[in-house]
């Protein structure tokens, strides 16, 4: 189920990229023939940040997100384990506070129309719910992971990487 919502992120993303690069041609074609379409580099826009939190979303699966843990590596094994757990709580913490602060920007902005385009301007926003919230539940199944509790005894298990 997980792989399979894995790859359908991924789908989501290229989809994503193709529509993006769609976008931003037909604007400069558009431009280059003296006729540019207003609606593009608004389109791009959303775009962006759809696709931004798509790839937040997939790096954070991935667990490829850039770290340093330089300090952290000099931490004896124990303390270095409560520092990771800490970390992935404050993580998990900042994934439902982007969630909850993405809910009342779409609440206030759903009601603005967007300049160029026939949508809502809280569309744009709406995919920081998914992307808050994945990293919170990935989060949560590191520090069971990390806190020495196997995966599967995890109330997120099911979220962690296979």
């Not at 300090?71 to 520092?83: A, D, I, N, S």
Request: glycine letters at 10%.
């Amino acid at each position: 189920m997980i792989r399979t919502l894995d790859r359908a992120l991924q789908v989501w993303g290229c989809i994503l990229l193709l529509a993006l690069f769609a976008t931003v041609l037909a604007g400069v074609v558009t431009r280059a023939m003296g006729a540019p379409l207003i609606w593009t580099d608004e389109g791009a826009r959303f775009l962006m940040v759809w696709l931004a939190c798509c790839g937040w979303m997939l790096a954070g699966r991935r667990r490829s997100h850039v770290r340093i843990r330089y300090f952290q590596g000099l931490l004896p094994p124990t303390l270095h384990r409560t520092v990771e757990v800490v970390i992935q709580l404050a993580c998990a913490l900042l994934g439902v506070a982007v969630a909850g602060f993405a809910t009342g920007l779409i609440r206030r902005n759903m009601g603005l129309e967007a300049t160029s385009l026939p949508i809502a301007m809280g569309w744009m926003y709406v995919p920081l719910i998914p992307a808050g919230l994945l990293l919170a539940a990935q989060s949560l199944a590191q520090a069971f992971e990390r806190r020495g509790v196997p995966a599967s005894a995890s109330p997120v298990a099911e979220v962690g990487i296979e």
